[in-house]
C-alpha cells in the first residue's frame, strides 16, 4: 500500500521516494506502539488483579499475541515482561501463553500441510514446518499459510487461546535460563522441574494440536482448495 501511495506522486518527488516511504512506515511503527502501551497496560492490569484475570489476560496473548507482532504492538509488551524476568527469573505470564501462541502456528503449517494436496503447496507447507520446529522462525508460516489463508487464523486464535489456558490452569512457569523457540523450547521449563516442564509441553502439544485439527477441517473454502488443485 506504501509503494501505491509513492506511484501517485508527481514525477519530481521520486527523488524522496525512500524518505516517504520511510516516514509511512516510521507513523506505522508508531502507531503501532502507542496501541501497544494500551496493550500492555489493559494485559498487565488484568495480571495484577490475579486469579481468573491473569487466566484471561493468558488466553488473550495465546490468541492474539501473533496478530499483536504483525501489527507492531508487541514491543511495549515485551520490554515490560522483559524487565519483570531480568529483575525475578521466572515468567509465569507473558511468555508462557506467548509459546502456546507460537506452537500455534506451528500447528496452522502442520494442518495445512496434511490438508493441501497440490505438490508445489504442500512443499511450501512442509518447508514452514520445518522452519518452526527446527530453525524457531514461525514468519513463513505465519505469512505463508495463516495471513494467505484467512480462514486458518480461527485455528490459531482458538489452537492458541486452548493452549494458553490450559497452562494458566496447569500453573506452568518459564525461567531465563533458555530461551529457545523451536523444539527445544521445552527447555526454557526444565528449572521449575519435571512436573513443570511436563505441564508446558502439554499447553503447548494443546496450542498445537488444536490449532492443526481447526485448520484442517475448516482452514480452506472448497474455492482456495479447488484452485489450488486447478
Not at 25 to 39: A, P, R, T
Not at 91 to 118: H, K
Not at 168 to 186: D, P, W
Request: charged fraction near 10%; charge should be negative; proline fraction near 3%.
Amino acid at each position: 500500500w506504501a509503494a501505491g501511495i509513492v506511484e501517485e506522486l508527481p514525477y519530481p518527488s521520486e527523488i524522496c521516494d525512500v524518505p516517504v516511504i520511510a516516514a509511512i512506515f516510521w507513523q506505522h511503527k508508531s502507531i503501532g506502539d502507542l496501541l501497544g502501551q494500551g496493550v500492555a497496560a489493559v494485559l498487565f492490569g488484568l495480571q495484577n488483579f490475579g486469579g481468573v484475570f491473569t487466566i484471561l489476560a493468558m488466553v488473550i496473548l495465546g490468541a492474539f499475541w501473533q496478530l499483536f507482532v504483525v501489527a507492531g504492538m508487541h514491543m511495549p509488551v515485551l520490554m515490560i515482561a522483559m524487565v519483570h524476568i531480568m529483575q525475578v527469573g521466572y515468567d509465569p505470564f507473558l511468555f508462557v501463553a506467548t509459546n502456546c501462541a507460537m506452537t500455534a502456528v506451528w500447528g496452522c503449517a502442520i494442518g495445512a500441510f496434511l490438508r493441501i494436496r497440490n505438490k508445489e503447496e504442500k512443499g511450501l507447507c512442509a518447508g514452514y514446518v520445518v522452519s518452526a520446529l527446527l530453525g524457531g522462525v514461525t514468519e513463513p508460516a505465519l505469512f505463508g499459510t495463516v495471513l494467505r489463508f484467512r480462514r486458518t487464523m480461527i485455528g490459531m486464535i482458538i489452537g492458541g487461546a486452548a493452549g494458553a489456558l490450559v497452562s494458566a490452569l496447569l500453573h506452568v512457569t518459564l525461567y531465563i535460563g533458555a530461551m529457545a523457540t523451536n523444539f527445544l523450547v521445552f527447555l526454557c521449563y526444565l528449572q521449575g522441574g519435571l512436573e513443570n516442564t511436563i505441564c508446558a509441553v502439554v499447553g503447548m502439544a494443546v496450542a498445537c494440536i488444536v490449532s492443526a485439527v481447526v485448520v484442517y477441517f475448516t482452514g480452506f473454502s472448497k474455492e482456495e482448495l479447488a484452485e489450488m488443485e486447478a
